[in-house]
């Protein structure tokens, strides 16, 4: 059974950082794509980026470029997403997924940036 556990999440002030972490485990995760998902309230899942199963590629939504950064460790089967920056539209529930639409995904982490 794939499970994926999100934690790393909280209140942070506009211009902050946090990072997130997903402890993967139910499949073989060195040879999948991974990737970060978002809903922010009262919008549908949002794809946010996306590492290849060798941590070489990553690519991310043009709304997050340059301020959020996609690693993974596949040694620990955990995927991390390290945001800087931080703006209050980048409030959401952040899952990690095994799918870019998220149908696979966790419980999520909830982000909030807010002064």
């Known amino acids: 059974e794939v499970q994926l556990v999100e934690s790393g999440g909280g209140l942070v002030q506009p211009g902050g950082s946090l990072r997130l972490s997903c402890a993967a485990s139910?499949?073989?995760?060195?040879?999948?794509?991974m990737y970060w998902v978002r809903q922010a309230p009262g919008k549908g899942l949002e794809w946010v980026a996306t590492?290849?199963?060798?941590?070489?590629?990553?690519n991310y939504v043009d709304s997050v470029k340059g301020r959020f950064t996609i690693s993974r460790d596949n040694a620990k089967k955990t995927v991390y997403l390290e945001m800087n920056t931080l703006k209050s539209e980048d409030t959401a529930l952040y899952y990690c997924?095994?799918?870019?639409?998220?149908?696979?995904r966790g419980q999520g982490t909830q982000v909030t940036v807010s002064s």
């Open positions: 997924a095994t799918d870019p639409g998220g149908k696979v």
């Open positions: 139910g499949f073989f995760f060195s040879i999948y794509s």
């Open positions: 590492i290849s199963r060798d941590g070489i590629t990553t």
